[in-house]
């Protein structure tokens, strides 16, 4: 049973109109649910939807024979922190190589929006370069099909083009420019620079961009945005008859870091669809010392020490293990008040301290995955949360296996200055990086050939399948910025697009120019791993670099070699 009461489990909580939002997994008719007063049914695929209701029909909800599974949405946070020369992507580019452009492609932006009136994103003649774009948090006419948001196409945004205040007919804006920067990199045309020189990586692509949000509000993003963005971006590919391939450059730590979950259950599945790559950062968790991890034994007690800094109201610890050991939890504030030991007896337990609550829930098996969630929110009732030294104490009673993992939230929520005093270095990817049919990106600062330590770093917790899948450069990255110019960046936001724009092109040259018909999903990401760049006496796949580094052109001639193989 999920519980409604809890400040982060109410990410999927409208306050405007009191309804929650949650995902499930179904089967049948469920848009006969809509019968029901304050009931909408999003449909995002044959197994997958997204449901807005009262809370009093949430019991209603789960005992439908049509619902498999619910799942509460989850915050998600920018993973941002001669680099086509050393992604081996200007060889491709270059005519008198492949030329490729990316022309005939489109590139899906997943983000805080877009400046859609920088040169980079337009044409010679001025015009657009961008098909559409959906603002989640617009108040205008949605996309069809979808129930909020306000969608522009190529036409309107060329008639704000040709005004003078442009802003004043389609008002949608990139506040942050997170979105403007990522999209530089995987398909500005360099128009807005001397000589072009700051041309990103598939220059004639055409573009969908979506700007993340809450329907109605500019606050933070959850993942039940993102999945209608994945369905909407790959809709409008369909329709237009163009192979796509999608950047997200968005992340979370609360989750199992296994890919079991329904967001990437519908991600995996999603990707599946039509012609598409979907390309997701790797995040900025490398040296963050957000994870703990640790082998119990029988009667063991384990304190685990974190500190948090001053300023935050609140943060949360997500403790995953192996469902058969048994162990009890406590947590120890900075002023030395505990909770006294929670056991899975209570299930859900609420404690207050002066202006502190601390929310325990231990979670329960899901039919997807056999392990156990403790979730501890920890939160201000007013004020800020005390700053210092806090300790979780592990009670073991009956052990089996004993694993087990913590991950604090990551640095965009809680800075550095929140950590464990001793971490545990690996498994730091976000999610969805840890969804398996899509291409994980970790940075490298190529300036130095060094993994950017940073950089999210695998495997996935339960080291079924290799993350990241590769490394591209992320370190210092001139990239197109919201004012119209260009501006330095750094993190795995900006070294994702690279494989974005990378996989453009290939599609460019396999499905627009009939090289090869099929070369889209797991196809381009194997030959991507196979033509990175792997440095000699280091064993690959590895916790850091993946496969290797990018290396478009090594890809593309063993393409090319596989091709004229007949394989």
């Known amino acids: 049973m999920i519980d409604f009461k809890n400040s982060e489990l109410e990410t999927g909580y409208n306050i405007e109109d009191n309804t929650w939002e949650v995902i499930v997994k179904y089967h049948g008719d469920i848009l006969k649910f809509e019968s029901i007063s304050d009931v909408e049914v999003e449909i995002l695929s044959e197994q997958y939807a997204i449901i807005t209701l009262k809370q009093p029909l949430i019991s209603w909800l789960s005992a439908q024979t049509e619902i498999e599974h619910i799942e509460l949405p989850k915050r998600l946070q920018f993973v941002l922190r001669d680099a086509l020369d050393a992604a081996c992507i200007a060889p491709v580019q270059s005519q008198t190589s492949f030329g490729l452009s990316g022309k005939g492609t489109l590139i899906g932006i997943i983000?805080?929006?877009?400046?859609?009136?920088?040169?980079?994103?337009?044409?010679?003649?001025?015009?657009?370069?961008?098909?559409?774009?959906?603002?989640?948090?617009?108040?205008?006419?949605?996309?069809?099909?979808?129930?909020?948001?306000?969608?522009?196409?190529?036409?309107?945004?060329?008639?704000?083009?040709?005004?003078?205040?442009?802003?004043?007919?389609?008002?949608?804006?990139?506040?942050?420019?997170?979105?403007?920067?990522?999209?530089?990199?995987?398909?500005?045309?360099?128009?807005?620079?001397?000589?072009?020189?700051?041309?990103?990586?598939?220059?004639?692509?055409?573009?969908?961009?979506?700007?993340?949000?809450?329907r109605g509000q500019s606050s933070f993003a959850r993942t039940t945005e993102l999945m209608r963005a994945l369905k909407y971006v790959i809709d409008k590919a369909e329709f237009l008859e163009m192979p796509i391939a999608v950047n997200i450059s968005y992340g979370t730590n609360d989750g199992s870091h296994d890919g079991n979950s329904l967001f990437e259950g519908f991600m995996n599945d999603i990707a599946q669809r039509w012609k598409n790559v979907i390309v997701v950062a790797s995040g900025n968790e490398g040296a963050a010392a957000h994870h703990y991890r640790g082998i119990l034994e029988t009667n063991e007690t384990r304190n685990i020490d974190f500190y948090t800094t001053g300023g935050l109201a609140s943060f949360y610890l997500t403790l995953w293990k192996n469902f058969i050991d048994v162990f009890s939890i406590e947590l120890i504030l900075p002023s030395g008040v505990t909770t006294g030991q929670i056991t899975y007896a209570d299930h859900e337990k609420v404690i207050y301290f002066n202006n502190v609550a601390v929310y325990i829930n231990y979670g329960q098996p899901r039919h997807y995955n056999v392990d156990q969630n403790i979730f501890i929110q920890i939160e201000a009732t007013e004020g800020r949360l005390p700053e210092g030294l806090w300790q979780l104490r592990i009670k073991a009673d009956e052990i089996i296996d004993g694993s087990f993992d913590i991950w604090l939230p990551i640095i965009e929520e809680v800075s550095l200055n929140t950590a464990f005093f001793i971490p545990y270095i690996d498994t730091t990817?976000?999610?969805?990086?840890?969804?398996?049919?899509?291409?994980?990106?970790?940075?490298?600062?190529?300036?130095?050939?060094?993994?950017?330590?940073?950089?999210?770093?695998?495997?996935?917790?339960?080291?079924?399948?290799?993350?990241?899948?590769?490394?591209?450069?992320?370190?210092?990255?001139?990239?197109?910025?919201?004012?119209?110019?260009?501006?330095?960046?750094?993190?795995?936001s900006i070294a994702a697009p690279f494989v974005t724009g990378s996989a453009a092109l290939m599609m460019q040259w396999g499905i627009v120019e009939g090289n090869d018909p099929f070369l889209y999903g797991e196809r381009i990401k194997a030959f991507l791993r196979l033509g990175a760049r792997r440095q000699n006496g280091m064993n690959y796949p590895n916790q850091y670099w993946g496969y290797g580094t990018l290396c478009l052109k090594n890809t593309m001639d063993m393409l090319i070699s596989y091709i004229k193989g007949g394989i």
């Open 111 to 214: 983000d805080s929006g877009i400046d859609y009136t920088h040169p980079d994103f337009r044409n010679d003649n001025g015009h657009t370069r961008i098909k559409y774009i959906w603002d989640q948090a617009g108040q205008g006419i949605p996309p069809q099909g979808f129930k909020g948001g306000a969608e522009y196409n190529e036409t309107e945004i060329n008639t704000a083009l040709s005004s003078t205040y442009p802003y004043s007919i389609i008002p949608d804006m990139d506040y942050i420019g997170h979105g403007t920067a990522v999209a530089g990199v995987a398909a500005g045309n360099g128009r807005g620079s001397v000589n072009r020189i700051y041309r990103g990586s598939a220059p004639e692509a055409s573009l969908i961009v979506v700007r993340l949000g809450r």
């Open 429 to 492: 990817l976000t999610l969805p990086s840890t969804a398996f049919y899509v291409i994980t990106v970790g940075a490298y600062n190529s300036h130095l050939n060094s993994i950017a330590d940073f950089s999210g770093r695998g495997y996935t917790r339960s080291n079924i399948y290799v993350k990241p899948d590769l490394v591209a450069p992320g370190v210092d990255i001139m990239s197109s910025n919201k004012y119209g110019g260009y501006g330095l960046f750094t993190g795995t």
